[in-house]
């Protein structure tokens, strides 16, 4: 995210924008904890799947949302 366009954004803003991604990285890292312990639950049933590659894979959206949060909560600290 770009520092001179969160610099443009209100508090309110912000906060908003923080909080979306805050609820986004929840709700991800939950679902991907539940198919992943779905997946090996498959896997013990019938065999090994290739569909563990897939909640493992997209777990590396969380890091990049994290750094997304970091950086807002930056700047509304910034702000105070």
């Given at each position: 995210?770009?520092?001179?366009?969160?610099?443009?954004?209100?508090?309110?803003e912000l906060?908003?924008?923080?909080?979306?991604?805050?609820?986004?990285?929840?709700?991800?890292?939950?679902?991907?904890?539940g198919v992943l312990l779905f997946f090996i639950y498959v896997s013990i049933q019938d065999g090994l799947t290739p569909l563990l590659a897939v909640p493992l894979a997209l777990s590396a959206i969380i890091p990049?949302?994290?750094?997304?949060?970091?950086i807002l909560k930056k700047e509304m600290d910034s702000r105070k």
């Open positions: 995210m770009n520092q001179e366009s969160l610099s443009k954004l209100s508090n309110e906060l908003k924008k923080y909080t979306a991604a805050k609820t986004m990285v929840w709700l991800l890292a939950i679902v991907l904890t990049a949302n994290v750094k997304n949060m970091n």
